[in-house]
């Protein structure tokens, strides 16, 4: 398997913009995880899905965010309206059970909201 | 709730040196303790995890880390680095009560360079 793949790997968008970062997790996996690396805050879980059901939204910033899981091959990220502080890292990563199970991350998305 | 401190934010040792890179949690129970590492412009990769059981782990790469409960702490280690250790460490706690493995809360990080 190719791994997590992630796309775009850069973005760069001015303010306002609808963006939108894709994910293809490893084939198999039932749980899809998005995080945000920035250097303030670290690495933050935003939303996770099992069997393409979100399960746990708490960590999504705002409203502007969104997150979809419309089948088991594919999940995006969309921010709208994206602001400068959205400019972080992005992972996605895909996992094949509920424990004692290990995460794999894709390269992530590195955006630059200006 | 529970946090996780890296007090190194960046930290330099010589090829062939030995590596311990401290990590304290805080949290009322013993969590779910895990070790990535994360190379310039990649994701993140497991180097070893802790749920129960023999409190000396040991990893790929030749990493080993250490759960003592005492101490709050897992501290990752390494007898002797390679140039391509060079990279960013992470340290994440879980709360098994509480989304289990899923819900990882990272460190801020440690930043190691390798000198040859």
């Known amino acids: 398997d190719a791994g997590v793949i992630q796309s775009p790997r850069h973005e760069v968008t001015e303010m306002g913009q609808e963006v939108t970062l894709r994910c293809k997790p490893i084939?198999?996996?039932?749980?899809l995880f998005w995080y945000r690396q920035t250097m303030m805050r670290g690495l933050e879980l935003l939303i996770y899905f099992n069997n393409n059901v979100p399960i746990d939204d708490s960590g999504m910033p705002e409203d502007r965010f969104s997150a979809k899981m419309p089948n088991a091959s594919f999940s995006t990220l969309k921010i709208q309206p994206s602001e400068p502080r959205d400019s972080a890292v992005y992972f996605c990563?895909?996992?094949?059970?509920?424990?004692?199970?290990?995460?794999?991350f894709g390269q992530g998305t590195r955006l630059t909201v200006v | 709730a529970q946090s996780v401190t890296q007090p190194d934010i960046h930290i330099t040792v010589s090829e062939g040196a030995s590596l311990e890179l401290r990590c304290n949690y805080s949290y009322g129970a013993t969590p779910y303790l895990f070790w990535y590492v994360q190379s310039p412009g990649q994701g993140l990769q497991l180097l070893l995890k802790y749920f129960s059981g023999d409190t000396l782990v040991q990893g790929i790469k030749g990493f080993e880390a250490e759960f003592k409960r005492s101490q709050s702490s897992f501290n990752l280690r390494k007898p002797s680095v390679h140039w391509s250790d060079a990279a960013e460490y992470f340290c994440a706690v879980a709360d098994p009560f509480s989304g289990g493995y899923n819900k990882l809360i990272f460190g801020a990080g440690t930043r190691l360079a390798v000198h040859p």
């Open positions: 084939s198999g996996h039932d749980y």
């Open positions: 990563a895909s996992s094949a059970g509920y424990m004692n199970t290990e995460a794999f």
